[in-house]
């Protein structure tokens, strides 16, 4: 439901009337100019929670000296019903009445122009402080260390409570009645698999889907060790220096802000909360013709924000330009904690889905060819192709990390939180959607006793396999 005010006024001179009518839609924050005469009225329309502003002015001509001229003007905000297919689009939970511009970030903080030069001014102070850093780690920075329950968005702090199978709270947002919604409750209801206080998700004999490079910002002290000695020797710890990869992150991002922020921030933007437009004109899909395919989408929407929702209240991690203030982010950050990234698990967990269509992964999946040039023969990925953090040969994996690094290049994302979300990804994708060829997870697999390798552990969605089935068929 919208709620919208207008007051207008018009004038005519002989016979002359005017009337017209002004509507502004906006995403997230949205404004709209529109042609109105006597009377104007605003309607606000939004993706997520939304504010629409209209303003309208027009002028009419009447019969012989006739002439009318009127002003309207209306604000609205609308509360309406989510489109499930964008939850990132600006409807928190709740259908908090605070305005918001892209998901869970303050009106205020809404998208302004930097101008990025580097070059220092008169005094010779840099343009962006970047050197200036706060190590969360050292005595006094305890509040520099953990996003706290106060940091979260209003409408999302439900978060950091115990989750609830039966998703009371996030329900209130969405559709209960839509196919993407009952699969994300089946999924909901085996939490004690996938969820990060319940499964295994690391760690020496888990199931490593995050892997250790991408927590070394996190572990203490001592870390396992990743190679053995010149004896041959596995040595079970090594010192870790967690500021040493902090700060490493934080000239990538340096980096990125110098020299690719400009180039990429009009993508980044509208990435903000519509990524998954992105990946549907990347794969050429339309409502019309393939209407299960756009539910599959929704799919892995509804599913991946229970997901990194949960790990991100597991882990608490502060965004990088709260302890590099200079990376200064155009818009943001989201008032959610950093890791992992989930625009990143989004991108690659939808594109592993999609790729869960034949027609589909035949065009746009894992080239498996090993030829530099020629005919490739690409294929459906397997778990171990998202591992580790080399370039994955698939024109839609590669659509997903670009997805995801343009949220380190606008400094709202350590590198890390792209790189545990492509492997947590993986990981729920594997538990969901079993290999056919049985190349899954080598960490869920053990011998049943008669020396066939059988799988440990697996999600059961029955929504979800009728939805990828009926995807499967929209395409040739």
């Given at each position: 439901m919208a709620f919208g005010k207008g007051m207008g006024h018009g004038m005519g001179m002989g016979h002359g009337m005017g009337m017209g009518h002004g509507m502004g839609m906006g995403h997230g924050m949205g404004m709209g100019h529109g042609m109105g005469m006597g009377m104007g009225h605003g309607m606000g329309m939004g993706h997520g929670m939304g504010m629409g502003m209209g303003h309208g002015m027009g002028m009419g001509m009447g019969h012989g000296m006739g002439m009318g001229m009127g002003m309207g003007m209306g604000n609205g905000m609308d509360m309406g019903?989510?489109?499930?297919?964008?939850?990132?689009?600006?409807?928190?939970?709740?259908?908090?009445?605070?305005?918001?511009?892209?998901?869970?970030?303050?009106?205020?903080?809404?998208?302004?122009?930097?101008?990025?030069?580097?070059?220092?001014?008169?005094?010779?102070?840099?343009?962006?402080?970047?050197?200036?850093?706060i190590d969360p780690n050292k005595p006094g920075n305890e509040k520099f260390a953990q996003w706290t329950e106060q940091d979260w968005d209003p409408a999302l702090r439900f978060w950091t409570r115990e989750f609830d199978p039966t998703l009371i709270e996030w329900l209130k947002a969405t559709e209960p009645a839509e196919p993407s919604i009952v699969a994300a409750l089946e999924f909901a209801n085996q939490y004690m698999v996938w969820h990060p206080k319940t499964a295994n998700y690391s760690g020496k004999d888990g199931l490593e889907w995050i892997e250790q490079n991408d927590l070394l910002w996190f572990?203490?002290?001592?870390?396992?060790?990743?190679?053995?000695?010149?004896?041959?020797?596995?040595?079970?710890?090594?010192?870790?220096?967690?500021?040493?990869?902090?700060?490493?992150?934080?000239?990538?991002?340096?980096?990125?802000?110098?020299?690719?922020?400009?180039?990429?921030?009009?993508?980044?933007?509208?990435?903000?909360?519509?990524?998954?437009?992105?990946?549907?004109?990347?794969?050429?899909?339309?409502?019309?013709?393939?209407?299960?395919?756009?539910?599959?989408?929704?799919?892995?929407?509804?599913?991946?924000?229970?997901?990194?929702?949960?790990?991100?209240?597991?882990?608490?991690?502060?965004?990088?330009?709260?302890?590099?203030?200079?990376?200064?982010?155009?818009?943001g950050p989201p008032m959610h904690p950093a890791f992992p990234s989930g625009h990143s698990f989004l991108a690659h967990f939808l594109?592993?889905?999609?790729?869960?269509?034949?027609?589909?992964?035949?065009?746009?999946?894992?080239?498996?060819?090993?030829?530099?040039?020629?005919?490739?023969?690409?294929?459906?990925?397997?778990?171990?192709?998202?591992?580790?953090?080399?370039?994955?040969?698939?024109?839609?994996?590669?659509?997903?990390?670009?997805?995801?690094?343009?949220?380190?290049?606008?400094?709202?994302?350590?590198?890390?939180?792209?790189?545990?979300?492509r492997h947590l990804a993986a990981g729920i994708w594997d538990m969901i959607v079993p290999d056919p060829l049985g190349r899954g997870n080598i960490y869920n697999q053990m011998d049943d006793g008669n020396g066939n390798m059988i799988r440990k552990q697996s999600i059961s969605c029955p929504m979800f396999v009728l939805i990828l089935q009926r995807a499967k068929a929209e395409w040739p």
């Open positions: 019903q989510p489109n499930f297919a964008n939850p990132d689009a600006g409807i928190p939970p709740h259908n908090s009445l605070m305005p918001r511009s892209y998901y869970a970030t303050p009106h205020e903080l809404r998208r302004r122009p930097w101008t990025l030069k580097f070059s220092p001014d008169n005094t010779g102070a840099v343009a962006f402080p970047s050197d200036y850093r572990l203490d002290e001592k870390i396992p060790g990743q190679w053995p000695d010149p004896g041959g020797n596995w040595p079970t710890s090594v010192p870790n220096d967690r500021w040493n990869w902090i700060n490493a992150e934080l000239e990538q991002l340096e980096d990125y802000m110098s020299e690719e922020r400009l180039d990429y921030i009009d993508e980044a933007d509208v990435q903000a909360d519509h990524l998954h437009e992105y990946v549907i004109q990347f794969i050429g899909a339309n409502q019309r013709d393939h209407p299960w395919t756009m539910e599959l989408i929704n799919c892995g929407l509804a599913i991946g924000n229970l997901v990194y929702m949960s790990y991100k209240a597991e882990f608490n991690r502060v965004r990088p330009s709260l302890i590099c203030p200079g990376l200064i982010p155009p818009f594109a592993l889905l999609l790729l869960e269509i034949p027609f589909i992964h035949q065009r746009l999946g894992v080239d498996s060819s090993n030829q530099p040039s020629g005919p490739s023969a690409f294929d459906r990925p397997a778990w171990e192709d998202l591992r580790g953090s080399a370039a994955i040969k698939s024109p839609l994996l590669l659509l997903a990390q670009r997805i995801a690094v343009n949220r380190e290049r606008i400094g709202v994302h350590y590198p890390s939180d792209s790189s545990a979300s």
